[in-house]
């Protein structure tokens, strides 16, 4: 059996903070006129979206939307086997093929009542009339 990846929360906060220093000693340097390069801003902006896309994605794997093996990197691994006893970072593990499949099945299902006609759908619904769903 493979190894599953796995990341932690705290390595990947770091890893964004430390790539907001970054951009922001850039954005100091090229104001203070220490830098010239007139595609520094956009190079920053670039930067910026990367951040906020990246901290969206962290955002669906809090959520458990999207497999933590997606987002792993050197910067963020953890070796979970490995961890000292009373380490309050949260770790996440790369899903499972089990749970890749459950997760295919799912969406497949999804996707099929959606391309259901809309009548059909609402004959079903009057079908459930009465009865207590949650």
């Known amino acids: ?11 990947e906060l770091l890893l964004v903070v430390r790539v907001l220093d970054c951009v922001r000693a850039t954005a100091d340097h090229w104001t203070e006129g ?16 990367v951040l906020i896309e990246r901290l969206r994605f962290l955002d669906l794997i809090v959520r458990d ?10 910067e963020n691994a953890v070796e ?11 770790i996440f593990t790369a899903w499972s093929d089990k749970k890749h499949a459950r ?3 799912r969406s497949a299902r999804a996707a099929r009542r959606r391309r259901r006609p ?17």
């Not at 939307?65 to 050197?74: E, F, H, N, Q, S």
């Open 1 to 11: 059996m493979a190894k599953r990846k796995a990341i932690s929360l705290s390595n």
């Open 34 to 49: 220490r830098l010239d390069d007139r595609s520094l801003p956009r190079s920053i902006s670039a930067s910026l979206v």
């Open 65 to 74: 939307a999207v497999d933590p093996g997606a987002l792993w990197c050197p």
């Open 80 to 90: 979970p086997a490995f961890r000292v006893a009373g380490d309050k970072d949260v």
């Open 103 to 105: 997760r295919v099945r």
């Open 118 to 134: 809309t009548e059909e759908r609402s004959d079903s619904a009057d079908e459930t009339d009465g009865e207590d769903v949650a």
